[in-house]
């Protein structure tokens, strides 16, 4: 599935079984709490953190809702993700084309 064919089937999912839209303040604040879950699971499976008893780490399920959430907002805005995508990925290899390469800090 290509960004745009996602953009529309999470439109038509919306229009099916979701009534309307949440605001884009509320989506806002859904897509926090989403990043905030997909960080707790981050956390436990990467990090230091333990899982506690009988938690459920599912770090596919964590992130596809963090973007069911952004392509609500980018569909209730009038973003194209995938024209975005191509200008910010333009926009990285013009500007950062030898910074990365020329960090020290990423040498091995």
């Known amino acids: 599935m290509t960004l745009r064919e996602a953009q529309q089937r999470v439109d038509q999912w919306i ?8 605001d884009e303040l509320t989506n806002m604040a859904l897509l926090t709490e989403e ?12 990090g ?3 899982a506690k008893e009988g938690e459920k780490l599912n770090l596919a399920d964590e992130m596809a809702d963090v973007l069911f959430v952004l392509i609500c907002i980018a569909n209730q805005t009038g973003v194209d993700l995938t024209e975005a995508l191509e200008k910010n990925l333009a926009k990285k ?8 390469k020329n960090n020290p800090k990423l040498k091995n």
Not at 15 to 22: E, Q
Not at 37 to 46: F, K, P, T
Not at 93 to 100: L, N, Y
């Open 15 to 22: 229009k099916n079984y979701g009534v309307r839209y949440f």
């Open 35 to 46: 990043v905030g879950e997909l960080a707790r699971v981050m956390a436990r499976l990467y």
């Open 48 to 50: 230091e953190q333990s």
């Open 93 to 100: 290899a013009s500007r950062d084309k030898e910074r990365h």
